[in-house]
C-alpha cells in the first residue's frame, strides 16, 4: 500500500486562494512605500509564507533574500526566527530534509533563548514532520510529544488538534488502526467546530489512509475526494497531489486501472509543479505498479527507476522498498531473472531496515503512552491536593499507593512486551535467512539450466571459422547481453551462383566443399526479447531460414523472408490431430537483414524486416531501409523486398563493404550523459575506419563500445556483421 500523508504543520495560514491572493497584492503595495525596517520584516515574513502556500519558489527565494539582509543588519532576534522558519518551510516542501532541519534547529535554538514556548511547540511539530518523512520514528515522537505538552500547558486548541493528528499518523505507521481512527477523529471534531478547512483536508487524507489499510476502499475513496475538494478550494497544491496519490491508490486496490493511472497521473503533474520529491517518489512507484498490472513493462520500468532515484535522494526508504519490490516483480514478468534475483534482494535488505525501525517506533510509542498516562495521574494529584482539606490526607495515600502499584504493573508490562518483541524479531530473521538460502540455491539451478542451454544456442550459429573461410575479409561481432540471447547471425553456402528455378544442394556445405562458394547467404537477426526467451525464438527462427533455403530451394532474399514468415506463424500456431489450433496465440518473431552474395559477379540481393542495411560503395555510406514488418505476425502483411547492388568485379581494395546489424549497439547507453550511442554516430564511425581490414576494424568496434559503456550494464543482445565485397 503505497500510503501518503497530506498532514504538514509547516505554514499556519488557512485562507482561500482568492484571499490569499488579496493579501499578497496588499503587502507588495505596502513595501513599495514603507520606510520603518521593523515594518517591513514583519510584512516579509508573511509574504513568504504566502507564497510559499501558492507554490511560488522563485518569489520565496527572493522575499528571503530581501529579509535576510534586513533582520542581520538590526539584529533583530525575533525577525532572524521567522527567517529560518520560512526557509525552513521552503527547503521542507521541496524534498531538502536536511536544508528543512538545519533552519529548524536554528529557529528552535533561538526561541529557548527567548522563552517563546508556543513558537517552540510549532517548530518541535516541523522538526517531527521532518524526521517522520525521513522514516526516523523516534525521533519524531520525541518532537511530536514536546510539542503536545507545551500546546496543553499553553492551553492551545489548534495546537493540541495538530497533536493529536501527529499521534494518530505514529499509530497508522504501526498498523494500530483503531487508535489512528480515534485520535483522527478528536482532531477532526475541534476542526469542524472552528471551521478550519485545511485541518479538515489534512485528517481526511489521513483517515482516507486507514480505511485503505482496512480493506474500505468506498469510504477511503469519499474521505480522499473530500480532502481533494477542500485543498482545491484552499489552493493547496501539494495537499492536491497528496490527495491523487491516495486514490489512485484505492482505484488500484479495487483493481479499476485505468483510473488509477488517470489519478498517479495527475498527481506526479501537480507535484513535479510543488517539487515535492517524496510525493513524486509516490506518484511514479504508483504508476509501475499500474503499467506491470496493464503489463505495459518498458513504461514501468522507466517509472519504478524514476521513483528509486527521487527516493534515494530524500531517503524515502519506504519508498525504496517499495519500488524494489514492483522492479522484481517486472523484471520476473520479462523473464530477466538475474535482474529479479537483484532488486529482490534490495527489497529484502530495506525490509530488514524498516523492521529494526519499525522494532524501535513500538519502544518509543509504548514508552509515550506511558509519560503520557503518568502525567495524567500526577496533575490528577495535584489538583487533589489542592482541593481537598485534611481530612483528604489518607485519601490522597492511597491514590499515590495506587499510582505507584499502576506504575509498576506498567514496568511489568512493557517488559513483557519487550521480550516479546525479542523473540518476534529472532524468529523473523531466521525465516529471513532462511528464505535466502532458498533464492541462492534457485538461483544456481537457473543459472546452471542458462549455461546449458547456450550450449545448445551455440550448435545453430555457423562456427566463425568457416564464416572466415567462405568470407575471408569479414568479421561478426556478437554480444549476448545475458547468457543466451535473442540475436543470432546466419549463415548457408551453394557452390553455384542462384539463378530463376536453380535448385540449390540439399546438403549443406558449410562442414566441407571448397573455398569461394558460388552464392553465400549470411544475415544478422534479432527476436523478440532477451535471454532465454529470446533464444527460444531464436531457434525457431534460425530452423526456418535453414527449411527455407535448403528443403524449399529459394534463392531470392525476399522470397526467403516471406517463406520464413510462413514457417514461424506456422510453428507458433500449431494445430491438434483434429485440425483446432491450440489456445496460445503468440505474438513473437524477430527483425532481419539478409544478404545473397554471388561471390563470381559480385552482385548482392538483400531483403530485410526492420533492420536495414548499410554498404560503403566508392567512399559513400548509403542505406537500404528494410521493410516496415516483422518475421511474426502482423496486420497486413505484404512480401518482403529484395535489393539488388552491384559491386564492379577487379577494383582492387576500393571495393564495398556491407554491413548487417540488429539494434543493439545503436541503443547502446553510455556516454557522458547516459545517452543512447544512436545510429548516426554508428555510421560515421564505420564510414571513417572504412579503409581498415575488417579485423581491426571489429577491434575498434568493441574498444568504442566498452569505453562508452563505461559503468552501465549491457543494454541489449548485440549481432553485427562487416563484409568486404
Same mark, same amino acid.
Not at 517488559?415 to 533464492?439: A, C, H, P
Given at each position: 500500500?503505497?500510503?501518503?500523508?497530506?498532514?504538514?504543520?509547516?505554514?499556519?495560514?488557512?485562507?482561500?486562494?482568492?484571499?490569499?491572493?488579496?493579501?499578497?497584492?496588499?503587502?507588495?503595495?505596502?513595501?513599495?512605500?514603507?520606510?520603518?525596517?521593523?515594518?517591513? !520584516?514583519?510584512?516579509?515574513?508573511?509574504?513568504?509564507?504566502?507564497?510559499?502556500?501558492?507554490?511560488?519558489?522563485?518569489?520565496?527565494?527572493?522575499?528571503?533574500?530581501?529579509?535576510?539582509?534586513?533582520?542581520?543588519?538590526?539584529?533583530?532576534?525575533?525577525?532572524?526566527?521567522?527567517?529560518?522558519?520560512?526557509?525552513?518551510?521552503?527547503?521542507?516542501?521541496?524534498?531538502?530534509?536536511?536544508?528543512?532541519?538545519?533552519?529548524?534547529?536554528?529557529?528552535?535554538?533561538?526561541?529557548?533563548?527567548?522563552?517563546?514556548?508556543?513558537?517552540?511547540?510549532?517548530?518541535?511539530?516541523? %522538526?517531527?514532520?521532518?524526521?517522520?518523512?525521513?522514516?526516523?520514528?523516534?525521533?519524531?515522537?520525541?518532537?511530536?510529544?514536546?510539542?503536545?505538552?507545551?500546546?496543553?500547558?499553553?492551553?492551545?486548541?489548534?495546537?493540541?488538534?495538530?497533536?493529536?493528528?501527529?499521534?494518530?499518523?505514529?499509530?497508522?505507521?504501526?498498523?494500530?488502526? @483503531?487508535?489512528?481512527?480515534?485520535?483522527?477523529?478528536? /482532531?477532526?471534531?475541534?476542526?469542524?467546530?472552528?471551521?478550519?478547512?485545511?485541518?479538515?483536508?489534512?485528517?481526511?487524507?489521513?483517515?482516507?489512509?486507514?480505511?485503505?489499510?482496512?480493506?474500505?476502499?468506498?469510504?477511503?475513496?469519499?474521505?480522499?475526494?473530500?480532502?481533494?475538494?477542500?485543498?482545491?478550494?484552499?489552493?493547496?497544491?501539494?495537499?492536491?497531489?497528496?490527495?491523487?496519490?491516495?486514490?489512485?491508490?484505492?482505484?488500484?486496490?479495487?483493481?479499476?486501472?485505468?483510473? /488509477?493511472?488517470?489519478?498517479?497521473?495527475?498527481?506526479?503533474?501537480?507535484?513535479?509543479?510543488?517539487?515535492?520529491?517524496?510525493?513524486?517518489?509516490?506518484?511514479?512507484?504508483?504508476?509501475?505498479?499500474?503499467?506491470?498490472?496493464?503489463?505495459?513493462?518498458?513504461?514501468?520500468?522507466?517509472?519504478?527507476?524514476?521513483?528509486?532515484?527521487?527516493?534515494?535522494?530524500?531517503?524515502?526508504?519506504?519508498?525504496?522498498?517499495?519500488?524494489?519490490?514492483?522492479?522484481?516483480?517486472?523484471?520476473?514478468?520479462?523473464?530477466?531473472?538475474?535482474? /529479479?534475483?537483484?532488486?529482490?534482494?534490495?527489497?529484502?535488505?530495506?525490509?530488514?531496515?524498516?523492521?529494526?525501525?519499525?522494532?524501535?517506533?513500538?519502544? !518509543?510509542?509504548?514508552?509515550?503512552?506511558?509519560?503520557?498516562?503518568?502525567?495524567?495521574?500526577?496533575?490528577?494529584?495535584?489538583?487533589?491536593?489542592?482541593?481537598?482539606?485534611?481530612?483528604?490526607?489518607?485519601?490522597?495515600?492511597?491514590?499515590?499507593?495506587?499510582?505507584?502499584?499502576?506504575?509498576?504493573?506498567?514496568?511489568?508490562?512493557?517488559?513483557?512486551?519487550?521480550?516479546?518483541?525479542?523473540?518476534?524479531?529472532?524468529?523473523?530473521?531466521?525465516?529471513?535467512?532462511?528464505?535466502?538460502?532458498?533464492?541462492?540455491?534457485?538461483?544456481?539451478?537457473?543459472?546452471?539450466?542458462?549455461?546449458?542451454?547456450?550450449?545448445?544456442?551455440?550448435?545453430?550459429?555457423?562456427?566463425?571459422?568457416?564464416?572466415?573461410?567462405?568470407?575471408?575479409?569479414?568479421?561478426?561481432?556478437?554480444?549476448?547481453?545475458?547468457?543466451?540471447?535473442?540475436?543470432?547471425?546466419?549463415?548457408?553456402? @551453394?557452390?553455384?551462383?542462384?539463378?530463376?528455378?536453380?535448385?540449390?544442394?540439399?546438403?549443406? +556445405?558449410?562442414?566441407?566443399?571448397?573455398?569461394?562458394?558460388?552464392?553465400?547467404? %549470411?544475415?544478422?537477426?534479432?527476436?523478440?526479447?532477451?535471454?532465454?526467451?529470446? /533464444?527460444?525464438?531464436? !531457434?525457431?527462427? @534460425?530452423?526456418?531460414?535453414?527449411?527455407?533455403?535448403?528443403?524449399?530451394? %529459394?534463392?531470392?532474399?525476399?522470397?526467403?523472408?516471406?517463406?520464413?514468415?510462413?514457417?514461424?506463424?506456422?510453428?507458433?500456431?500449431?494445430?491438434?490431430?483434429?485440425?483446432?489450433?491450440?489456445?496460445?496465440?503468440?505474438?513473437?518473431?524477430?527483425?532481419?537483414?539478409?544478404?545473397?552474395?554471388?561471390?563470381?559477379?559480385?552482385?548482392?540481393?538483400?531483403?530485410?524486416?526492420?533492420?536495414?542495411?548499410?554498404?560503403?560503395?566508392?567512399?559513400?555510406?548509403?542505406?537500404?531501409?528494410?521493410?516496415?514488418?516483422?518475421?511474426?505476425?502482423?496486420?497486413? +502483411?505484404? +512480401?518482403?523486398?529484395?535489393?539488388?547492388?552491384?559491386?564492379?568485379?577487379?577494383?582492387?581494395?576500393?571495393?564495398?563493404?556491407?554491413?548487417?546489424?540488429?539494434?543493439?549497439?545503436?541503443?547502446?547507453?553510455?556516454?557522458?550523459?547516459?545517452?543512447?550511442?544512436?545510429?548516426?554516430?554508428?555510421?560515421?564511425?564505420?564510414?571513417?575506419?572504412?579503409?581498415? +581490414?575488417?579485423?581491426?576494424?571489429?577491434?575498434?568496434?568493441?574498444?568504442?563500445?566498452?569505453?562508452?559503456?563505461?559503468?552501465?550494464?549491457?543494454?541489449?543482445?548485440?549481432?553485427?556483421?562487416?563484409?568486404?565485397?
Amino acid at each position: 500500500m503505497k500510503k501518503l500523508l497530506i498532514y504538514l504543520l509547516l505554514v499556519n495560514i488557512t485562507v482561500t486562494l482568492a484571499a490569499q491572493q488579496h493579501v499578497i497584492d496588499s503587502i507588495y503595495s505596502v513595501l513599495k512605500t514603507e520606510k520603518d525596517d521593523t515594518v517591513k !520584516v514583519k510584512n516579509l515574513i508573511t509574504l513568504g509564507r504566502l507564497l510559499l502556500m501558492q507554490a511560488r519558489y522563485k518569489e520565496t527565494d527572493s522575499v528571503t533574500g530581501v529579509l535576510k539582509q534586513l533582520v542581520l543588519k538590526y539584529n533583530d532576534t525575533l525577525g532572524i526566527t521567522a527567517y529560518y522558519k520560512v526557509c525552513g518551510s521552503a527547503c521542507y516542501v521541496q524534498g531538502n530534509y536536511q536544508g528543512a532541519l538545519k533552519n529548524y534547529v536554528e529557529a528552535l535554538k533561538l526561541n529557548e533563548k527567548l522563552g517563546n514556548k508556543q513558537e517552540i511547540a510549532s517548530i518541535c511539530a516541523n %522538526i517531527g514532520s521532518i524526521y517522520y518523512s525521513q522514516g526516523n520514528y523516534p525521533q519524531a515522537l520525541e518532537n511530536y510529544l514536546r510539542a503536545l505538552r507545551l500546546n496543553e500547558a499553553a492551553g492551545n486548541t489548534h495546537g493540541i488538534c495538530n497533536a493529536y493528528v501527529n499521534i494518530g499518523v505514529v499509530h497508522e505507521a504501526e498498523t494500530n488502526y @483503531s487508535e489512528a481512527l480515534r485520535y483522527y477523529n478528536l /482532531a477532526l471534531k475541534e476542526y469542524e467546530k472552528s471551521g478550519d478547512k485545511d485541518g479538515i483536508a489534512n485528517v481526511c487524507g489521513n483517515m482516507g489512509n486507514v480505511y485503505q489499510e482496512l480493506g474500505n476502499f468506498d469510504e477511503a475513496l469519499e474521505a480522499e475526494q473530500k480532502s481533494l475538494e477542500l485543498c482545491r478550494q484552499l489552493g493547496y497544491n501539494v495537499g492536491m497531489g497528496i490527495a491523487y496519490v491516495n486514490i489512485g491508490d484505492a482505484y488500484e486496490a479495487k483493481k479499476d486501472y485505468s483510473r /488509477a493511472f488517470d489519478s498517479y497521473t495527475h498527481a506526479l503533474k501537480i507535484l513535479e509543479g510543488a517539487k515535492h520529491k517524496r510525493g513524486m517518489g509516490y506518484s511514479y512507484e504508483g504508476l509501475g505498479s499500474v503499467s506491470i498490472k496493464l503489463k505495459k513493462y518498458q513504461p514501468a520500468k522507466a517509472y519504478l527507476d524514476s521513483a528509486l532515484t527521487v527516493s534515494k535522494q530524500i531517503g524515502a526508504k519506504e519508498v525504496s522498498k517499495g519500488a524494489y519490490n514492483y522492479l522484481t516483480k517486472l523484471d520476473s514478468a520479462t523473464g530477466d531473472y538475474k535482474a /529479479a534475483l537483484k532488486d529482490y534482494k534490495e527489497f529484502i535488505a530495506y525490509g530488514d531496515s524498516m523492521k529494526n525501525e519499525e522494532n524501535t517506533k513500538k519502544l !518509543v510509542s509504548e514508552q509515550m503512552q506511558y509519560e503520557f498516562d503518568k502525567k495524567q495521574a500526577e496533575e490528577k494529584a495535584i489538583q487533589d491536593k489542592k482541593d481537598a482539606d485534611t481530612a483528604a490526607a489518607n485519601k490522597r495515600q492511597q491514590i499515590i499507593t495506587g499510582s505507584v502499584s499502576i506504575g509498576l504493573l506498567l514496568v511489568l508490562i512493557f517488559s513483557g512486551l519487550l521480550l516479546n518483541r525479542f523473540r518476534i524479531t529472532r524468529k523473523q530473521k531466521k525465516i529471513i535467512e532462511e528464505q535466502k538460502e532458498l533464492v541462492e540455491q534457485k538461483n544456481k539451478e537457473v543459472v546452471d539450466s542458462i549455461t546449458y542451454a547456450k550450449r545448445l544456442q551455440d550448435a545453430i550459429l555457423p562456427p566463425l571459422s568457416i564464416i572466415e573461410k567462405y568470407l575471408p575479409e569479414s568479421f561478426v561481432l556478437y554480444k549476448p547481453k545475458d547468457i543466451v540471447a535473442g540475436d543470432f547471425y546466419w549463415m548457408e553456402a @551453394s557452390p553455384t551462383p542462384p539463378k530463376e528455378g536453380l535448385e540449390l544442394n540439399s546438403s549443406f +556445405p558449410l562442414s566441407g566443399g571448397q573455398r569461394g562458394a558460388g552464392t553465400i547467404f %549470411i544475415a544478422a537477426a534479432d527476436c523478440t526479447g532477451h535471454g532465454v526467451p529470446g /533464444a527460444m525464438v531464436s !531457434v525457431v527462427c @534460425s530452423n526456418a531460414l535453414n527449411r527455407a533455403v535448403k528443403e524449399f530451394k %529459394i534463392t531470392e532474399p525476399g522470397k526467403i523472408l516471406d517463406k520464413v514468415r510462413e514457417l514461424v506463424l506456422e510453428t507458433f500456431s500449431q494445430r491438434d490431430p483434429f485440425g483446432e489450433r491450440s489456445e496460445s496465440d503468440v505474438q513473437d518473431g524477430m527483425d532481419i537483414s539478409l544478404c545473397c552474395i554471388n561471390t563470381q559477379t559480385k552482385e548482392v540481393q538483400w531483403s530485410g524486416a526492420y533492420n536495414s542495411l548499410w554498404y560503403i560503395q566508392n567512399g559513400d555510406m548509403k542505406e537500404i531501409a528494410g521493410d516496415k514488418q516483422p518475421i511474426g505476425k502482423t496486420d497486413n +502483411p505484404k +512480401p518482403f523486398t529484395t535489393h539488388t547492388i552491384i559491386f564492379p568485379p577487379n577494383r582492387g581494395d576500393k571495393g564495398g563493404l556491407l554491413y548487417l546489424f540488429t539494434d543493439g549497439y545503436a541503443d547502446q547507453f553510455g556516454g557522458p550523459k547516459g545517452k543512447k550511442f544512436k545510429y548516426k554516430q554508428l555510421q560515421e564511425k564505420l564510414l571513417a575506419m572504412s579503409h581498415q +581490414p575488417m579485423e581491426k576494424q571489429k577491434q575498434e568496434l568493441e574498444a568504442v563500445l566498452e569505453q562508452w559503456k563505461g559503468n552501465l550494464e549491457q543494454t541489449d543482445d548485440i549481432c553485427m556483421v562487416g563484409i568486404k565485397v
